[in-house]
């Protein structure tokens, strides 16, 4: 690697760290997920808005339905992540991909990086990996789920808990019940197919067993320090 490129890379480094810094005191201006939905002829509609404006439902049914370990693990699940391994080299059943990728991970490909899937998803899990770790070092768990209820998208063209809570209740998202929370949850595996309104098939068994692990986790002493 010549000295030229080194400094190259060195500077777009430590551009990054400064815009993960940034990032932890004001939502990131746009997403590549954003701007891809937005070209598209998806749209984009979103609304950040503060933790206090985001019902502590919400935030229990992402817990429940994406991440239950997230109070307390480092920014990887490696049992579950070495459970997909496992399952994809038998061949068993299909392991759903929030196992073993976690809020902090979605969040950092969410803000950071692309989605996508096949060769450009291996591509991803590098930067992935390091940024996952920056974010939890530098953002803590309050501020990567801040982030992840305002970014992750919700809907076609619809990013965050607060757009969609105006889209598909018409109420902000501080008003959210625990059934409407937990079926906005139930579309994020892909929320263009697994629709809120009209609710999808998917979406409609999926919200309910959201709702039992939120009663489930609602007493857990870590759970509760960190939602609300």
Not at 108 to 137: C, D, H
Request: net charge positive; charged share 25%; hydrophobic share 40%.
């Amino acid at each position: 690697m010549g000295k030229a490129l080194r400094k190259i890379i060195l500077r777009l480094l430590g551009l990054l760290v400064i815009y993960i810094i940034v990032c932890r005191f004001i939502m990131p201006p746009v997403t590549a997920t954003q701007i891809e939905s937005l070209l598209s002829g998806h749209g984009l509609k979103r609304d950040y808005v503060a933790w206090d404006k985001i019902s502590p439902n919400v935030r229990l049914a992402v817990l429940a339905s994406e991440d239950q370990l997230f109070p307390v693990h480092k920014g990887f699940d490696w049992k579950a992540i070495e459970k997909s391994m496992k399952g994809k080299r038998l061949k068993k059943q299909k392991i759903r991909g929030a196992g073993s990728s976690t809020i902090s991970q979605q969040t950092a490909k969410n803000v950071f990086l692309w989605q996508g899937t096949g060769l450009s998803k291996y591509i991803r899990k590098g930067p992935e990996f390091v940024l996952t770790k920056l974010i939890e070092w530098v953002w803590g768990k309050k501020r990567i789920l801040h982030v992840y209820t305002n970014v992750i998208e919700t809907g076609e063209g619809v990013f965050g808990f607060e757009a969609a809570a105006q889209k598909y209740f018409n109420k902000p998202a501080d008003k959210l019940s625990v059934n409407e929370a937990a079926m906005i949850t139930a579309s994020l595996p892909n929320p263009k197919i697994y629709t809120v309104k009209p609710m999808s098939r998917r979406v409609c068994w999926r919200y309910k067993r959201i709702v039992k692990q939120m009663n489930n986790l609602k007493t857990d002493p870590k759970i509760q320090a960190l939602i609300k």
